[in-house]
């Protein structure tokens, strides 16, 4: 049983989503993802005991050996992503029960659950198969299931918002398929050790093959699409703002992370550390984006009018810090961005979740709907201030563990022009942090009828939120244990998958 | 346990759950049992913690440490009990954490955590100014924050270089010698409202809570001259800036209105001795330094508790508007003229007891124009702190107010500060024991003492003839620019002022002018407004183009 661990981990939400619509009831379905989502988990702490262990675990998948048949491979480098995707999973099922009853019509709740779980599939798949092909296909898996989650959301802007999602995420998919498209045309193989091994006999800047070039262009961009790289960001605002609260704290937790780490796979241990970030200009590419997105993401945030759509602009910002800490191709800098992974979506789920909470008791989460309610309503917007000093990166929060341990990987290869934008960024990020505690605080109430129903906040919704921003203050207590988790992991992509 | 500070950080979570008689006595218990705490702990460093490859020594006790959170100890049992009548849980619980961001601060024994009491104070010590709760001290809150900010972002930076330069992250002698340390001066140079850097001090401080203003006036500054006094002692440079804070304070001092922005230039006058002592460095400066900070915390915490008392009861700090309170407060009255005594340094009071040290100290370096500028700056703060305070406050005109004096706890507090005033004054020895450097000391000779009352006399007699004559810069109601305006006003007013004085130009250059600069700044803004071009949603169309775009620049560049 043990050694299906790493199959199990992917089959039991797949196979859980046509129950979800064949049941068509609402609590069999929430029961079924809840299910789905534990028992991902328990796969995933399982597998990284087993790694930390023995070494990276390869299923072969119908028995079929490596470079012709599919093999699942589950290594230091993507436990630490298993373990957030499917640890927020848990916490947002506890979240959706109510949240999702209150914000989508009742004939639909299952099918939201059969995406939902779809989605969970897709994406733990794509972090554990060592197939470029099948990563390709989960890829699709998740995104298309994604879109119709992000169509359920409460307004009509919500179905436009996942159609630009859908237009462009496909797009990128092409870029990706033509990328692994070409490097099966350069070597001959889709798996992707055999593919590494391959690329490295052609030399170490590739033989100098313009084929191979334009797959590694090809890859970048296409994911540039999926991690929402500024400028192709667009999508990402609309998507996580309009969809369901559940849905939006799910997506900004999970998915552009699991495309970062597709891409250090892809960049790391396929076409290799040299070839991407030393023969091409990736890393520098990759440098000057993090800085443009870091500092036009929280400089929007700032002038945002919605919670929700300034939670998403501030993502955009911070995927800008872990995609510098990638960039610098060293372990200090690949093992800040692993932390910041951890990091940011354990802040991004609470404050997305604490934004769901609002919208659940007064209908919006429009700064006018929310002006003067911090004493009326102080845990919750205690949660949000706690966990937006995270963001910021206010001592002692986690978001200052992943950030300090960027700042000094950065000024360790003298990047100060980033730093700069780091800490420019920072800055920003106070100050949009700042017109939250303001409005909440120190603004008069809109209209006297306007504050919280009479309708106490649900228990699993605040315990959700709390669990998370409780993580978020321990791991910048004591971060040992993702910084140590991080480290492993960027160990083993700097030393080509610890193969 | 066994740090005081963050004894008192975590104890202030259960201030706003008690009520009554109980958060009165958890406020004072906290800081007496970290006083207590403190000095029963050993001398040297604590455990060391190991985090992410950096080893963190968040406990070092050592006697410059010590007697600085010494004085924050006292700072904050005396801010604690000026605070009981006040119907405000959060004001209470942030004096408290504020004071323990200090306490942790002076005992952090490497440059992380410094930093993270660093950050702390600032971010805690906001909310007194915020607590106003008018439109005013919401935006005077938020200057105050961007300036600590950037205070932190600054040190946070310099740490990050030293750590980058393989310095390590020990919290020792720092200097000038690198950019890290260059950074961290500047870092350090705005807390310790270094001249230009002082206007946020300035500016924010008069703008706080009653209380407020007492907990601000004792913490955030002398935590910076502590971080000083370790990093970069001994550093020329510091001796003519400090002279230069002593000297400049003063005309802003003698034409201010606000008694309490009278006060905040006092004490940027103050915290000029405390650098130069500083600056001279050795055991006698740094002692200087030391001693004069631990009594400025306090008779400056009894002058902003007197003015306090005068906005509690009138409502006004204005020296327009007050006069002759003496008949209906005369506690008070007596009370603030000990702290003015303390703060002008008479034989007898805190203040001559400490300030002798720095003067001392500059004297035995021969450095004799330094030493008429501190002088000069000794007989200027006795005229606007230790006159003009009391005698517009509580003499001059008789405007006719009848109140009653300030809550028992408030006299109470005053008295105790009064009573640390006066024992420091008559028997300096008591603080003199608890100094970094052994010293053989004598502070009563008969040339000091003859000296200082000179000076005091001649001041005195300078003012006198200067109001009886009518000389004297009248109180009125203005307001005095300083180099806060550059950043207040700068971008909309400071275009208009200066443009409508050039009459001839003015109605042709200085309405486009405005304009421009309101365009250009709706233009900046523009695209990032959820409506501008960045912020609104993309179209379909458009984010196919970046991405088109992107894919055949990269493929460009990684091709070429």
Redesign the interface.
């Known amino acids: 049983m043990t050694a299906h661990l790493p199959v199990l981990q992917v089959l039991v939400p797949l196979v859980c989503a046509p129950f979800c619509v064949l049941l068509r009831s609402r609590t069999a379905a929430w029961l079924l993802f809840l299910f789905a989502a534990l028992a991902s988990l328990t796969c995933a702490v399982l597998l990284a005991v087993r790694v930390g262990g023995d070494g990276a675990q390869r299923y072969e998948m119908g028995g079929w050996p490596a470079p012709a048949g599919i093999e699942f491979v589950v290594g230091a480098f993507n436990t630490p992503v298993l373990l957030v995707v499917s640890a927020v999973a848990v916490v947002v099922a506890v979240y959706s029960r109510r949240s999702v009853t209150s914000e989508v019509d009742a004939r639909r709740v299952p099918l939201l659950y059969t995406c939902l779980c779809l989605t969970l599939a897709g994406l733990l798949g794509l972090t554990v198969t060592g197939d470029v092909f099948n990563a390709f296909v989960f890829l699709e898996i998740s995104s298309l299931s994604t879109y119709a989650l992000v169509a359920m959301g409460r307004h009509r802007r919500a179905l ?2 996942s ?2 999602y859908l ?2 995420g496909t ?2 998919a092409t ?1 990706l398929l033509i990328g692994i498209g070409l490097a099966y045309a350069v070597t001959g193989t889709l798996n992707m050790s055999d593919l590494a091994r391959r690329v490295a006999d052609l030399g170490d800047d590739g033989g100098g093959n ?1 084929a191979l ?2 797959a ?3 890859v ?2 296409g994911l ?2 999926k991690i929402a790289v500024f ?2 960001h ?2 990402l ?2 998507a996580y703002a309009q969809a369901p609260s559940a849905i939006g704290a799910f997506l900004s937790a999970t998915s552009t992370k699991v495309a970062i780490y597709v891409f250090c796979r892809f960049a790391f241990t396929v076409f290799g550390t040299t070839l991407v970030f030393g023969t ?3 890393d520098r ?1 990759g440098l000057a984006l993090a800085c443009l997105a870091m500092v ?1 993401g929280s ?2 945030a ?5 919670l929700k ?1 300034l939670l998403a ?1 501030s993502s955009i910002a911070q995927i800008g810090y872990i995609l510098a800490g990638i960039s610098l191709a060293t372990t200090a800098g690949v093992s800040a961005g692993y932390l910041h992974v951890i990091n940011h979506a354990v802040l991004k789920a609470a404050l997305f979740c604490a934004a769901g909470l609002l919208v659940l008791r007064l209908g919006s989460a429009r700064f006018t709907a929310l002006a003067g309610l911090g004493r009326r309503m102080p845990w919750t917007f205690a949660a949000v201030v706690i966990a937006g000093l995270g963001l910021v990166g ?3 929060t986690a978001g200052f ?1 992943s950030k ?2 960027l ?2 990987a950065l ?2 290869q003298g990047q100060w022009a980033v ?1 700069a934008a780091v ?1 420019a960024s ?2 920003l990020a ?1 100050v949009y942090i ?1 017109r939250i505690v ?1 409005v909440a ?2 603004r008069e109430p809109a209209e006297p009828g306007t504050g919280p129903t009479a309708s106490k906040a649900p228990a699993s919704m605040v315990a959700a939120i709390w669990v998370l921003v409780l993580a978020s203050v321990y791991f910048g207590l004591d ?2 244990w993702p ?1 140590g988790l991080a480290d492993a992991a960027a160990d083993a992509l700097l030393a080509n998958g610890g193969e | 346990m066994s740090n005081p500070g963050l004894l008192l950080i975590l104890g202030a979570l259960g201030v706003p759950l008690l009520r009554g008689w109980a958060r009165r006595a958890l406020m004072v218990v906290l800081p007496v049992a970290a006083l207590v705490v403190l000095w029963l702990l050993p001398e040297g460093s604590g455990a060391t913690i190991e985090m992410l490859g950096l080893e963190l020594n968040p406990l070092r006790v050592d006697a410059l440490s010590r007697v600085f959170a010494t004085g924050f100890l006292v700072a904050a049992v005396l801010t604690a009990v000026f605070a009981f009548h006040v119907r405000d849980s959060l004001q209470q619980a942030v004096i408290l954490v504020y004071a323990g961001t200090a306490v942790g601060g002076s005992l952090a024994g490497d440059l992380l955590t410094l930093f993270v009491f660093w950050e702390l104070a600032g971010l805690s010590s906001v909310f007194l100014i915020w607590a106003r709760r008018t439109e005013r001290s919401n935006r005077a809150g938020s200057r105050y924050l961007v300036a600590q900010v950037v205070s932190g972002v600054l040190m946070m930076g310099g740490i990050a270089v030293r750590v980058g330069a393989g310095e390590g992250l020990e919290f020792s002698y720092i200097g000038l010698d690198g950019p890290g340390g260059a950074l961290i001066l500047a870092a350090v140079g705005i807390k310790c409202a270094f001249p230009v850097l002082h206007a946020w001090l300035t500016d924010t401080y008069p703008e706080a809570t009653i209380v407020g203003a007492v907990a601000l006036s004792a913490f955030t500054t002398k935590f910076a001259v502590y971080t000083l006094a370790r990093g970069f002692a001994g550093t020329e440079a510091l001796v003519w800036v400090g002279a230069v804070m002593t000297c400049f304070p003063i005309f802003y001092a003698v034409i201010e209105n606000d008694l309490r922005r009278v006060l905040a230039y006092s004490m940027v006058n103050q915290l000029g001795f405390m650098v130069v002592g500083v600056g001279i460095g050795g055991s006698l400066g740094i002692n200087g330094a030391a001693a004069h900070a631990v009594a400025d915390m306090v008779f400056k915490g009894l002058l902003f508790m007197s003015m306090g008392a005068v906005l509690l009861r009138t409502g006004t700090t204005k020296g327009s508007e007050l006069g002759g309170l003496y008949k209906s407060m005369p506690q008070t009255t007596v009370l603030c003229m000990v702290g003015a005594a303390s703060i002008s340094a008479f034989p007898l009071f805190s203040g001559f007891a400490t300030k002798s040290l720095i003067l001392t100290a500059v004297a035995e370096e021969h450095r004799t124009v330094i030493w008429l500028m501190l002088l000069f700056a000794s007989a200027g703060v006795f005229h606007h702190a230790g006159i003009k305070i009391p005698y517009f406050a509580f003499f001059a005109h008789d405007r006719g107010f009848r109140v009653a004096e300030p809550p028992v706890n408030m006299r109470v507090a005053m008295a105790m500060a009064a009573a640390v005033c006066v024992t420091i004054g008559v028997a300096p020895a008591l603080l003199y024991d608890m100094l970094p450097y052994a010293m053989d000391y004598e502070v009563f000779t008969t040339a000091h003492v003859i000296n200082q009352l000179q000076l005091l006399l001649f001041a005195a007699l300078a003012f006198t003839l200067l109001v009886r004559t009518g000389l004297y810069p009248p109180e009125i109601r203005s307001v005095n620019l300083d180099f806060d305006a550059v950043y207040r006003r700068a971008v909309p007013s400071g275009w208009q002022a200066l443009t409508r004085g050039t009459t001839v130009l003015g109605d042709r250059l200085a309405k486009p002018l405005r304009r421009r600069t309101e365009r250009l700044w709706t233009v900046a803004s523009g695209p990032l407004r959820p409506e501008g071009r960045v912020g609104a949603p993309w179209s379909t169309h458009q984010m196919v183009w970046w991405l088109a775009l992107l894919l055949g620049l990269v493929l460009l560049l990684a091709l070429l």
Request: hydrophobic residues 65%.
């Open positions: 436009l918002a159609f630009r237009v462009i797009v990128g870029f313009r070039y334009a590694v262009v090809f970048f961009v540039a699409v400028p192709l667009a999508w605002p609309g091409m200009p990736i590419i036009a400089a929007v700032c002038f945002q009018t919605d759509y602009w206010v001592p002692p563990a300090w341990a700042l000094t000024v360790d730093v800490l920072s800055l106070m700042g303001e605080w120190f971060a040992t910084a």
